[in-house]
């Protein structure tokens, strides 16, 4: 079955250790995303990537890393200098725009506990 | 840049009656795309519905509707016959038609089916 996938679905780390989620995608789509959700908040946009080895900046991209050296794969770095790293870490992608279907789709998501 | 609004954080509905969510968003664009998708207690996102711009008819998937008002810049959802694994939150998104990766999301509505 094609989807995303994102592991660990749980992951405990100390403060000050940088922290490495993991998102893979076998849609074949070229388009891939990280979001961050906050309790009773949206998504908010860390990075993007439109194709291999190439990335934007999205809204809160402080304190956060990404990589795009495989269509499959889009990792993102947790930084230490991420100074409120505790959330909820969505992956998606989605087809170029001129391609249909056009929606993301999502992966299940990465709850992260710095202490 | 796009915004997209709820302005309902929460609503509540009666099994098996009628809820409509409101959404509305900015945008100087002609051709884009509009989303809702769905988010349960499992934090995976789940595509309800979408509309094209350039489309009048408004798309329906079930008990799932839309209002789309493209001159008013407004996308609410009509649930029909709500159902109690209808209580999610619920996002509203928009993507620019031709040349857009870049998605835009709604604060959310939490949405409770009452028994």
Known sequence: ??????????LFRKEGQNVTLSCEQNLNHDAMYWYRQD?????????YSQIVNDFQKGDI???YSVSREKKESFPLTVTSAQKNPTAFYLCASSPQPQGTPYEQYF???TRLTVT | AQTVTQSQPEMSVQEAETVTLSCTYD????????FWYKQPPSRQM?????????KQQNAT???????FQKAAKSFSLKISDSQLGDAAMYFCAYRRGSTGNQFYFG??????VIP
């Open chain 1, 1 to 10: 079955d094609g989807g995303i996938t994102q592991s660990p679905k749980y």
């Open chain 1, 39 to 47: 309790p009773g908040q949206g998504l908010r946009l860390i990075y």
């Open chain 1, 61 to 63: 991209a402080e304190g």
């Open chain 1, 107 to 109: 992966g299940p998501g």
């Open chain 2, 27 to 34: 945008t100087s664009e002609s051709d884009y795309y509009l």
């Open chain 2, 46 to 54: 789940i595509l309800v519905i979408r509309q094209e711009a350039y």
């Open chain 2, 61 to 67: 998937e079930n008990r799932f509707s839309v209002n």
């Open chain 2, 107 to 112: 604060t959310g509505t939490s949405l409770t």
